[in-house]
């Protein structure tokens, strides 16, 4: 397995590129079994969870061409996927691609909608929770569908064949639901409404796809959507929105080494929540209409956050955010509010040196000088990348063990740590 050697105390400055949103473009992607016709969609980041979910819609049926950019002078990037759901022989999601990848399970509602019919394995828990799915489920039997679950798979079926618009209150707000409804909506027959859904940005990006498509939703952006039932939804081209999440990552590290780092391609509107948290742990925050630039000069300042569905401060964010409260002067608290596992990094940051109490779902952090270098374990993708942000300001050269869980949404973070200034590199475990 990968490791990343990382030798801490460099300042980290300059430009980088955000590549387009891993979480928007796997549910873009989905989307094309709800056509037979062409969908484009460019600004696709070179990530390994983007290849499972194009190794699963091939294995179905769907014919797709992949070309890659090189990165041009206007900072364009990322890969053009033209996906074609013409002949679709396999209405099944089999277990070893959705165990791998539980967003694979966003196929389900496309394929109800368009065949009727799906079969899709139970995605299984993951490092940060028991994620379960019986939001999608009952969103989908409301609207007409048979749900059996026999040997690890749901099983769905639409009796009288078509999907049926319905009111659907989801009891928490969950992207992934709102988003495999969102979709199947989109042919039912008649009105369906989603309250309580989701409004991420990644949900803005689906569903104005889905209209460019001659969907009719309405409510984008809002926690209601209203979608009216069409025929028939034909192809398009389409731009994946900019990645927030890895934005915010490499904005965090000008926080963690004292840096002054622009990521380009991404309008600071859709990351608002993240920015404050930084302006309020004392970084300066330039935003113009199409980048965003962080500086810090000071020491950072102790803070309490919590993390909420969008527009508050996302959860993706937590273990980037939890890593500058541990350099920070004070005690800061962090709230935990949407997966009920997701301090898999606190383990790793108490090896680096790292002063955190854990209680329940929140951490209470009093903040130490710096990070003392160790060998540490990745565990899941976000936490991964919090351990390189505590490695760039450790005192000394810092492995990270188990990598691989960064490669499925960071693109290239080597090379565009290193064009920032750090000393990292990937050898053997
Ligand atoms: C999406 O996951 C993202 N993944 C996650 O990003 C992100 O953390 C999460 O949304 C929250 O923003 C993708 O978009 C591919 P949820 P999802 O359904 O859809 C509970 C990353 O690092 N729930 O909004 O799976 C669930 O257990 C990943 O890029 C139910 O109880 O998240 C969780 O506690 C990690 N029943 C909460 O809702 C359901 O049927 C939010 O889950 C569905 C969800």
């Known amino acids: 397995m990968d490791k990343l050697v990382i030798e801490g105390g460099k300042t980290l400055t300059g430009k980088v590129m955000v590549a387009g949103a891993k ?15 062409t969908l484009k969609i ?60 539980r967003a694979s399970v966003i196929v389900l509602g496309p394929l109800l909608a368009r065949f009727g019919e799906a079969e899709i394995s139970l995605p299984g828990g993951c490092a940060i929770g028991a994620r379960p799915i019986d939001y999608h489920l009952m969103a989908f039997e409301k609207m007409g569908a048979k749900i059996d679950l026999e040997e690890g798979y749901v099983k769905a079926k639409v009796e009288g064949g078509r999907l049926k618009g319905a009111d659907i209150t989801f009891p928490t707000v969950s992207v992934g639901a709102t988003e495999n409804v969102l979709i199947a909506a989109t ?25 460019s498509m001659g969907a009719k939703i309405t409510g984008i952006g809002t926690h209601t959507l209203e979608i009216e039932g069409v025929e028939k939804l034909h192809g398009t081209e389409y731009r994946v929105i900019a990645d927030r999440i890895e934005a915010g990552t490499y904005l965090a590290a000008a926080g963690a080494t004292g840096g002054d780092i622009e990521v380009v391609g991404i309008s600071p509107d859709i990351m608002s929540s993240t920015l404050e948290v930084f302006e309020k742990m004392g970084m300066k925050i330039e935003r113009k209409e199409n980048s965003i630039r962080a500086i810090s000069t000071t020491p950072l300042l102790a803070i309490k956050v919590s ?36 301090f898999m990094h606190v383990p790793e940051l108490q090896r680096l040196g790292a002063n955190i109490v854990v209680d329940g779902n929140f951490l209470s952090i009093t903040g130490i000088k710096n990070f003392k270098a160790a060998e540490v374990m990745a565990t899941d993708l976000r936490a991964s990348v919090c351990l390189i942000l505590a490695a760039l300001r450790a005192e000394g050269t810092t492995g990270i063990n188990r990598v691989y869980h960064l490669d499925r949404g960071y693109e290239r973070i080597e090379e565009k740590l290193s064009a920032l200034g750090a000393t990292i590199y990937r050898t053997k475990d």
Not at 42 to 51: F, K, Q
Not at 197 to 205: F, I, K, L, N, T
Not at 307 to 316: I, K, L, R
């Open 23 to 37: 979480n928007a473009a796997l549910p873009l992607m989905a989307a094309c079994l709800i056509t037979d016709e």
């Open 42 to 101: 460019s600004n696709v980041p070179h990530l390994s969870d983007i290849t499972t979910m194009a190794n699963l819609l091939v294995h179905m049926g769907v014919d797709l061409s992949i070309e890659s950019l090189k990165e041009d002078e206007n900072f364009q990037s990322g890969r053009v996927l033209c996906l074609t759901a013409k002949n679709i022989s396999e209405h099944r999601a089999p277990y070893d691609i959705v165990r791998r990848m």
């Open 187 to 211: 042919l039912a027959k008649g009105k369906t409404i989603l309250r309580n859904a989701a409004c991420e940005p990644e949900v803005g990006d689906l569903a104005n796809m889905l209209n």
């Open 307 to 342: 993390t909420q569905p969008h527009p508050g401060f996302p959860t993706d964010m937590q273990a980037q955010i939890s890593t500058l409260m541990c350099i920070a002067e004070g005690t800061s608290i962090m709230e935990e509010n949407i997966f009920e596992n997701r």
